[in-house]
């Protein structure tokens, strides 16, 4: 394998896939299929960067998604870069610290030009990359995240849920009110779109454009690597959720839930009837897709925790581009929210959707993977 590496902005589909679904750590977000997802969203630019040696191999694969707000004068103080995926690189650690730190240096230098700051989320542990990343300006932060285990019948995922929400579960079984049902008609988004946007108005956080689930939809649920889920009691739909699917992997990414039919349980039921059918279909973990920072109070994360989760703390690096333009920022989205409290979170490098709805407990998954 040749050491002298270059940065490619593209990649032939196949060799792309091939080497995403053959890494252990690949996971949905370095796929071309969610790619093409936000190259068809509103407000969503991804971009390729895959680090090669002469002889072709890929060594390093980072893809983030420059995500934006608003157009216009105010397009500079409400753009981020994302890497959802965090980074992916080969498992030779010495070339895989090189390809790191070539990739962080082209993205330094070209999403410094429109972002505020990238943000790489890891899924996987990569304490032995820290170092490179700490050199190239990706600070860490702890990020917490729940795995639940799926190996075993849907009765021993069960009894891995708290006693309580257990309770929760079986008796609203037995009453049959919440029937839960697969979006199986692109025609229903509105209504699941509706729903998600309900818990994202309350908890004061932009919610991605709906031609995000439009793409998601057609472009993934062909695949069978998305999932959107519909509860209802009688006529009223009262939760809403998209699962990401790869591998033996479900990634919680968005849901919602109307509050003013809590006492009913949909939310607790709507995640048992995701858990139940990966179980029953092969899959090996449920990913939650974030759960805040360590030491703060989160009320999501509490939710998340009922379930029987293994609690992981992969966190996230990033790299502020634009200090002064990201202060100014903040400070907009203060007076936009009209909240103190709130203060900017949404725009900070330093929080997303996990952090700004804590206080509100009707969004289950807050864009697990984003929103902030």
Known sequence: MNSDLVIVNTLEEQLWREYVNQHPHGNIFHTPEMFRVFECALGHHPSLLAAID????????????????????????????????????????????????????????????????????????????????SQCGFTFEDHLNFLIDLNGSTEEVLQNIGARTRKHIRRALRRGTVIIEQMNHLDQLAIWYKLVSKSYLAAHVPLADQSLFEAAFNILQPRRMVQFWLARIDSSYVAASAELLYKDI??????????????????????????????????KTYDFGGAGKPGEAYGVRDFKAKFGGKLVCF????????????????????????????????????????????????????GGLDDG
């Not at 479900?250 to 059918?277: K, N």
């Not at 966190?315 to 400070?331: D, E, K």
């Not at 979170?345 to 807050?366: G, T, W």
């Open 250 to 283: 479900i990634y919680g990414w968005y849901s919602g839930v109307d509050r003013a039919f809590a006492a009913e349980h949909p939310g607790e039921m709507l995640m048992w009837q995701v858990l139940s059918w990966g179980a029953q279909n092969g899959y």
């Open 315 to 366: 966190g996230r690096n990033t790299c502020i581009h634009a200090p002064l333009f990201l202060i100014i920022s903040m400070l907009g989205y203060r007076v936009w929210t009209g909240s103190h409290r709130l203060g900017g979170r949404f725009l900070s490098p330093r929080c997303d959707a996990d952090h700004v709805i804590q206080r509100n407990a009707s969004v289950l998954k807050p």
């Open 54 to 133: 002469k002889d072709g191999h890929v060594l390093g694969l980072l893809l983030p998604v420059q995500v934006t707000l608003m157009n216009g004068m105010l397009r500079r103080l409400t753009t981020r870069s994302i890497a959802y995926g965090g980074l992916l690189c080969t498992t030779d650690v010495l070339m895989g610290k090189k390809a790191v730190a070539k990739l962080l240096q082209v993205i330094s230098a070209s999403a410094g030009r429109e972002s505020l700051f990238t943000q790489i989320r890891n899924l996987s542990d990569t304490s032995v990359f820290q170092t490179v990343l």
